[in-house]
Nanobody, 114 residues
């Protein structure tokens, strides 16, 4: 079993930055992919960015050049640095791993508004 705990969400003005963190309860990054997803009411959860166990990164077109996924293997933590935030980035952001059948974090709200 794996627990994922997200943090770092909040209310921010357009153009500003936030960094989300996802701490895993055990060391899994070397054997599993990690990803950030987001969801708004009435829509399906969508992939924002992910990183494979080999460190290969992938981004949704809507966030390329603005968001960066990274991981700290020593801390069992994956990050999502979000720059130049836009109102359409407003969503609940979830951390996910495909380790041991797949686990989700509880989600953290990001609101981009002036």
């Amino acid at each position: 079993q794996v627990q994922l705990v997200e943090s770092g969400g909040g209310l921010v003005q357009p153009g500003r930055s936030l960094r989300l963190s996802c701490a895993a309860s055990r060391s899994i990054f070397s054997i599993a992919a990690m990803g950030w997803y987001r969801q708004v009411p009435g829509k399906e959860r969508e992939l924002v960015a992910d990183v494979t166990s080999l460190g290969i990164k992938n981004y949704a077109d809507s966030v390329k050049g603005r968001f960066t996924i990274s991981r700290d293997l020593a801390k069992n933590t994956v990050y999502l640095q979000m720059n130049n935030l836009k109102p359409e980035d407003t969503a609940v952001y979830y951390c996910h791993t495909d380790a041991a059948g797949g686990y989700w974090g509880q989600g953290t709200q990001v609101t981009v508004s002036s």
